[in-house]
């Protein structure tokens, strides 16, 4: 039996918030088309319910170590908790789809801040090499597990209480992590802590937040509109002098002479590999399988389990392949993997009686793709850069990721609505006004097929109206598929590339700023 100290019940509320935070990823995409249905959400708020909770977690991310550390590891914790449960609260009661957007946006600020103050309490509680290691054993099964088993956890609760609770049943959990961490956390602190960089974090923020609306809402606004171009001109100034500030800053946040480190860089293309791909996907899978394929939110729940369990059983498999063929090889081809699977994917959705059965070896694997390629990714990054470093390293693994994930499922969407597209105007007489297509193809892509018949009479005209708009959601999903393999291969043959030959290298030191 496990003795209830102090440390054990530090380890079970971080956990807990591990938990909370992948759940918040994987668990949501599953009431996407529910929430279109009943808050007429279109297929832009959709995009923008997911990604605010992303871009969120980016704003906050390098921000919170800092703060953290200069006034106490325990005292942000709670904070974020606090902040966390409260506006999960406000999501599960949101009666229309801006509200939501807004509530996701702050639960992402808590969330992000909260799985910072989870990786920084458990590296000052648990010193101990061994009982180290085995704390962040347990909290990294416990984060697979809220990630892996998201999409039927989201099912259950939506079959049994409603989507709401996906929301609301983090508002209890929040209650007892918030009284574990005062039971069992102490405080901790660094008085020789960094000032904030606060440049570097606002000219981050506003470049991946202009670059995302720049693709969510590009359709609408026209690419080529003044008002786009804006947006993105300010998006580039804001990297550029991101750059800029983190070249000047003595300790910045992003440390750019890491990436002069191959076996560093070569992990970080991994990562963007990763996220570029198979995370952002899961956002729009579970409209395939409901929409797509008729299943109910549960059926989808069971069905994403092909893509996500092999996330959880793989990595100690991957760290012994690692040790063995080093990272060089199998990060990779990891990745090569995860685009073997969205070709299978593809292969799987055009078939003509297309089911759960036809995109299981697809599904299958991806996820063994991504299982192989995550761990050795995360201790390439931090093990090729000196100890010193290693916090920084981290922050950049974390930002590479998120900020990829954030960009892409903006990207998806648009890769998706504009393959429906095509098939429409290759559908539909060439007479029907490119505003009322665009439309359409929103709504299909968002799983509204309902009120196609109002906005798009032309669709009555044809023999088999529902076969075209099932064809026009086949091929937009074909699209995204094929973006996603290509992309993860062109990004598997750079890492391979910038690997390069050599074994595996000690840490260097490198110069800070």
């Known amino acids: 039996m496990i003795p209830l100290d102090k440390n054990t019940i530090a380890l079970v509320a971080v956990c807990l918030a591990a938990l909370m935070f992948g759940l918040e990823i994987s668990s949501v995409p599953v009431i996407l088309p529910i929430l279109e249905r009943e808050m007429g959400a279109g297929f832009s708020d959709l995009q923008w ?20 550390d200069r006034y106490g590891r325990k005292r942000i914790f709670v904070f974020s ?20 957007i807004v509530a996701r946006f702050l639960q992402g600020m808590g969330g992000g801040a909260m ?75 660094d008085p020789e802590a960094e000032r904030l960089d606060v440049a570097g974090i606002v000219t981050l923020s506003v470049a991946v937040f ?38 000047l800053n003595a300790r910045p946040m992003f440390d750019f002479s890491v990436f002069r480190i191959r076996n560093f860089s070569g992990a970080i293309v991994g990562c963007v590999g990763m996220n570029f791909s198979f995370w952002p996907f899961m956002i729009y899978l579970p409209i395939y399988f409901q929409v797509g394929l008729g299943y109910d939110a549960v059926a989808t729940g069971l069905s994403l389990l092909a893509y996500t369990l092999p996330t959880l059983i793989l990595p100690p498999l991957a760290e012994r392949l690692a040790l063995r063929y080093q990272p060089r090889i199998v990060i990779p081809a990891g990745l090569a993997t995860i685009g073997l699977g969205f070709m299978l994917m593809r ?55 998120l900020i990829t994930l954030a960009i892409n499922i903006a990207a998806m969407g648009f890769v998706l609505r504009e393959g429906i597209l095509a098939h429409l105007r290759g559908a539909l007489a060439a007479s029907v006004e490119p505003a009322r297509l665009q439309s359409a193809a929103e709504k ?21 109206p529902g076969a075209v708009v099932h064809a026009a959601l086949v091929n937009g999903f074909g699209w995204v598929m094929l973006y996603g393999g290509i992309g993860v291969w062109v990004l598997a043959a750079l890492s391979f590339a910038i690997f390069g030959r050599s074994a595996n290298v000690a840490p260097q030191e490198c110069r800070a700023g």
């Not at 908790?81 to 939501?100: H, I, M, Q, W, Y």
């Open 444 to 464: 299909i892509a968002a799983g509204d097929v309902t009120s196609l018949a109002q906005n798009l009479p032309e669709l009555s005209l044809l023999d088999t």
């Open 210 to 247: 202009g670059l995302v609306y720049f693709i969510t809402q590009g359709p609408e606004l026209g690419f080529s509109s003044a008002a786009a171009i804006g947006i993105l001109a300010v998006s580039v100034l804001a990297f550029i002098l991101f750059v800029c500030a983190e070249k």
């Open 49 to 68: 319910i997911m990604n605010a909770y992303t871009i969120a977690c980016t704003t906050v991310l390098m921000a919170t170590g800092t703060l953290a």
């Open 115 to 189: 799985l910072i103050c989870s990786i920084a309490i458990l590296s000052h509680q648990f010193r101990e090499g061994g009982e180290r290691a085995r704390g962040f054993a347990i909290w990294g099964v416990i984060s697979g597990i809220g990630l892996g088993f998201g999409p039927i956890i989201g099912g259950m609760i939506v079959a049994a209480a409603g989507w709401p609770w996906v929301f609301l049943v983090h508002v209890p959990l929040t209650v007892l992590t918030l009284l574990l961490v005062v039971a069992g956390v102490g405080e901790s602190s």
């Open 347 to 401: 292969y799987g959705s055009s078939v003509e009686q297309a089911s759960w059965l036809t995109m299981l070896p697809g599904c299958l694997m991806a996820g063994i793709g991504l299982g192989i390629t995550h761990t050795p990714v995360t201790n390439t990054t931090t093990g090729s850069v000196p100890g010193s470093r290693s916090g920084m390293a981290s922050g950049i693994d974390m930002s590479a990721r």
């Open 81 to 100: 908790l606090a902040l966390f449960g409260v506006t999960s609260l406000l999501c599960g009661l949101a009666e229309n789809a801006a509200v939501l």
